[in-house]
């Protein structure tokens, strides 16, 4: 059984960095395409970046493209999102996702975490 958790989140300045993580703790996520989304307040959800089993397809969204980097390692059932140069409007509860292939669309994902928040000052 699928069961996501994300870890990672906090208060970070702008122009900072964090790395969040989404661990797998059924074990299953090698098997799985992963994606990030994050909602902010009042906002709809958004596509953050997906990443495939393999980990040779990535998509990004367009907001954060060039400063976001999805990777996985199978063998720890881990994602990462890498968050660079950080912006107030990345705050947001980032949320980790599983499904059969990558894709920018939540529907496609049948496996989400509770998220975790992240709150970027200027």
């Known amino acids: 059984q699928v069961q996501l958790v994300e870890s990672g989140g906090g208060l970070v300045q702008a122009g900072g960095s964090l790395r969040l993580s989404c661990v797998d703790s059924?074990?299953?996520?090698?098997?799985?395409?992963m994606g990030w989304f994050r909602r902010a307040p009042g906002e709809e959800r958004e596509f953050v970046a997906a990443?495939?089993?393999?980990?040779?397809?990535?998509y990004y969204g367009g907001s954060v493209k060039g400063r976001f980097t999805i990777s996985r390692d199978n063998a720890k059932n881990t994602v990462y999102l890498q968050m660079n140069s950080l912006e107030p409007e990345d705050t947001a509860v980032y949320y980790c996702a599983g499904g059969s292939s990558p894709s920018r669309r939540d529907v496609d994902y049948g496996h989400w975490g509770r998220g975790t928040q992240i709150t970027v000052s200027s």
């Open positions: 990443i495939s089993w393999s980990g040779s397809i990535t």
């Open positions: 059924g074990r299953t996520v090698s098997y799985y395409a």
